[in-house]
């Protein structure tokens, strides 16, 4: 038995080396900065919602990797450093930021439903007409609050979105060797994810709703929508948009059952490079995962595309992510030219470049085949582009 068991344990050592090198480090935190940072330290704001099934805890975790029995609500403000890039999230080794070099966040309110409704309402109303949008973002495996929050405000940020952003985070722990805990807590989620969206959709009054989901976040936003399917109201009273999963962490075969029961268009970001996926594939019996598709099995995309899934490949574009696992937030070039497209045409569109046509000839200079015989604008969220708070 001795053996058996040093393969197998040299076989997860070897599986999950990349991931532990990459994801080293003390569990973040969201330590609130003392008072208002000046304004000559920082070039904006963020001002995002949460809504979640993480279980309450104290500051400065506020929201930890255990189920809740219900849903919680906060408002919080996240700053973003003047010196920030594009393409980066730029946070402190430990402890508390340095608001010129670092996103630090200076307040989180907790609400109850009535009052995080009507704070809601109140946002969206007193923002132009073309900016009532509202954009829910659902993080993936291996992340907690802290860090969801964060790289959502620098997704808000840096693809320029006016309107009213939402995290749904649900209970990740956070560690690397809790997958199939994670896997668990977002199956757990599905009522929840629904529940918040149809409340958006029904309570809020945004005339769009849009979602973007990462990683194992797009398995729970994909069984969210084909539930909601089978209920009689997949879109959701005509709000839900545009759906984009980015590097999907879900088993194509069964994507694609889920497609036949959601009957609507969904963007897929994938990336054939992407180091994360393949721990995945490996773990899950060697079953290839949607989000490392590539443009080259022409088969395969375009069933995916006969089912409503529009795919963009992302394999040869470069960030500084190094799992190559967050290229939709990681690239610069990515998310600026998503936000000017569709800012340009104010949501969904049917003109664009179309199968073989290539990013840098949109974006000039990024590279990467959309696999998709419609547009690029309709490919990709409408309503995460449209200018910083």
């Not at 199939?180 to 918040?196: C, G």
Request: aromatic share 6%.
């Amino acid at each position: 038995m001795i053996a058996p068991t040093l393969r197998l344990r040299t076989l997860l050592l070897a599986l999950l080396l990349p991931l532990a090198l990459a994801a080293c480090g003390t569990p973040r935190v969201l330590e609130l900065a003392q008072g208002t940072p000046p304004a000559s330290e920082i070039a904006g704001t963020v001002q995002l919602y949460v809504a979640t099934t993480r279980a309450v805890s104290d500051q400065p975790v506020w929201f930890s990797g255990e189920r809740a029995p219900r849903p919680s609500f906060a408002r919080l403000d996240i700053t973003v450093p003047r010196s920030h890039k594009a393409g980066e999230l730029e946070l402190p080794d430990s402890g508390l930021g340095n608001p010129s070099k670092h996103f630090v966040a200076t307040n989180l309110t907790r609400l109850d439903l009535a009052p995080v409704v009507a704070d809601v309402r109140r946002e969206l109303q007193r923002r132009p007409v073309e900016q009532r949008d509202v954009l829910v973002f659902v993080h993936g495996y291996n992340t907690n609050f802290a860090d969801a929050a964060y790289r959502f405000a620098q997704i808000v940020y840096d693809s320029g979105f006016k309107g009213v952003p939402v995290l749904f985070t649900w209970p990740s722990r956070g560690e690397l060797l809790a997958y199939p805990y994670d896997r668990e807590s977002a199956y757990y989620s599905r009522d929840f994810l629904e529940n918040n969206l149809r409340a958006i959709a029904r309570d809020l009054g945004p005339p769009r709703m849009d979602v973007l989901a990462h990683s194992m976040g797009t398995l729970l936003t994909v069984e969210t929508l084909r539930q909601a399917a089978i209920r009689g109201d997949g879109n959701f009273g005509g709000k839900l948009r545009d759906v984009m999963l980015a590097a999907p962490d879900l088993d194509l075969d069964v994507f694609k059952t889920q497609m036949r029961q959601i009957k609507r268009p969904v963007t897929v970001f994938v990336s054939a490079d992407d180091r994360a996926l393949d721990f995945s594939r490996r773990f899950a019996g060697d079953k290839k995962r949607l989000g490392a598709v590539s443009s080259k099995d022409t088969e395969t995309v375009a069933e995916l595309e006969k089912l409503g899934a529009r795919v963009i490949d992302l394999s040869e574009i470069s960030s500084g992510d190094p799992l190559n696992h967050a290229k939709f937030a990681a690239s610069p070039k990515v998310v600026q030219m998503i936000g000017e497209r569709l800012r340009q045409d104010k949501g969904i569109a049917t003109a664009g470049p179309t199968l073989g046509d290539k990013l840098g000839d949109v974006a000039g200079g990024v590279v990467g085949t959309v696999g998709s015989t419609v547009g690029l604008v309709v490919t990709a969220p409408a309503a995460i582009v449209q200018g910083a708070r």
